[in-house]
Every structure is written in C-alpha cells, then in structure tokens.
C-alpha cells in the first residue's frame, strides 16, 4: 500500500503508538505531520524517522497542547491555512494522570485533554476531513471498561476515583 501524496496528522506522536503510527505512514509514504506539545522532542522524532524511512517527509506543526482549547484552535487554524488537504488524523494524544488540574472554563485537565480537546481538534479540521474523504482514528483504553458514568457532568469536572477512566469511556 501507498500513502504517496496523502497527508497523515499525528497528536502525541512523540512516543510510544503515536510515534510508531507516524513511522509507520512515513514508511507509506505519507507526509506526516507530528501534533506535539513538546516541539524540541519532537524533532528527535523527525530524525529517527527520516533515518529509519530516508526520503520520507516529516513535519513538526506547531505547538498543541491539548489541554488548552486556544492551543488546539491555533493548531488547527494554522494547519487547515498550510495544508490543502488532511486524509488521515490519529487522536493519539492522552494522558492517564495529571495533578488535580482545571482549564480557565472550569473543565478537568484529563477531560480536557483526553476527551475535548481531541473533539475540538477533529471538528475544526473536519472541512478538509470530509472533502478528502479521510480516515479518523481515536486511540483510547480498555481502562474504561473498570468505571460506570453515573453523572455525565461529573466527567468534566469531578476528581474522584475514575476520572480518566470517564474520560476514556467518553472518546
């Protein structure tokens, strides 16, 4: 299979799934656009995918932070301007513990970032999703199965035993 001419959005790419994920489409053949909080880290990412698949064509975009829904609206802005077209997107970015951390709207961090902020993301590039006819993939975890959602609300904003396992449950 090719991915020549195809332009692939990986979040969290850093490491672990999301870094095999876009070493795997740059082996395709894709352009592969890393979506990182950390763009330092990630241009050791670049290289040792370039070095892996020469030729391949890996870009850094700018910063994301999922955590902040500023940060994902300059993200996507900024690629729908640069790229004419997205025909894959992996929601690979997540976090399974943080402090106890609040957006300024009051939002659980692990919600936010795990949850919302993929969503944001998704439906500001979703123009260019859908006239390329792309493939949307959200990486989650199984750890949503130990939780009942008794409180919906509660997701977005209570701490309690079970508060990234809500927020997986909802992806």
Do not use: C
């Amino acid at each position: 299979m090719s991915l020549e001419g195809k332009v692939a959005l990986v979040t969290g790419a850093t490491s672990g799934i999301g870094l095999e994920t876009a070493s795997a489409l740059a082996g395709l053949g894709a352009t592969v656009i890393l979506g990182v909080r950390n763009t330092s880290a990630a241009e050791g990412v670049v290289k040792s995918i370039v070095k892996k698949h020469p030729g391949s064509k890996v870009v850094i975009g700018p910063s994301l932070d999922l955590m902040s829904q500023d940060s994902v609206r300059k993200f996507a802005a900024a690629i729908n301007e640069q790229y004419p077209a997205i025909h894959i997107l992996i929601n690979n970015a997540g976090v399974s513990f943080m402090s106890k951390t609040f957006t300024p709207d009051g939002v659980g961090g692990i919600a936010q970032t795990n949850h919302l902020g993929p969503y944001t993301l998704t439906r500001l590039l979703e123009r260019k999703l859908v006239a390329s006819k792309a493939r949307v993939v959200t990486v989650a975890s199984v750890t949503h199965r130990t939780t009942l959602m008794v409180d919906a609300r509660a997701f977005l904003t209570d701490w309690r035993s079970g508060y990234y396992q809500h927020s997986k449950r909802r992806r």
